[in-house]
């Protein structure tokens, strides 16, 4: 159940913020860029607690470029369970050790954002590269 309530809520979150919400802005803006950017600001905002601001932000960020450079809202929903399952298996493994990572809170959510922000576009260029090969 906890599973299933962790997929639903990351898809949820996902089609609002990318889904609707980056489109909507899209749409009046015609501007990627700034679709992308207070899209992310909303997200930072109401998607993370208010200590987490910036890296729910970057993270908000990463997943409308995804969305951009894709044009597939997969891709950020997959992105998203990818950084939240990251998330809440090394919140565990360090509620289990304190020495297991240094730092709390903030810092500690940013290093997750940045461990997150160093695999995914890995993740990302592997899979447009398979896609390529696909069509070909």
């Known amino acids: 159940n906890l599973i ?8 949820g979150e996902e089609l609002i913020f ?18 992308v950017v207070l899209t992310a600001l909303l997200f930072g905002v109401f998607g993370w607690q208010p200590a987490g601001f910036l890296p729910g932000f970057f993270a908000g960020l990463m997943l409308g470029f995804i969305l951009v450079w894709s044009g597939n809202i997969w891709l950020p ?6 950084m939240k399952t990251l998330f809440v298996t090394v919140s565990y493994f ?10 709390e809170g903030v810092e500690f959510s940013t290093s997750i954002l940045f461990i997150a922000i160093i695999l995914l576009p890995a993740a990302m260029f592997f899979l447009k590269r398979y896609e390529k090969k696909a069509l070909d």
């Open 18 to 35: 990318r889904g609707v919400l980056q489109k909507v802005f899209l749409e009046v803006t015609h501007q990627n860029i700034f679709s």
């Open 77 to 82: 929903i997959v992105a998203h369970f990818i």
């Open 4 to 11: 299933l309530f962790a997929v639903l809520q990351v898809i």
């Open 94 to 103: 360090a509620q289990q050790d304190a020495n297991f990572i240094a730092g």
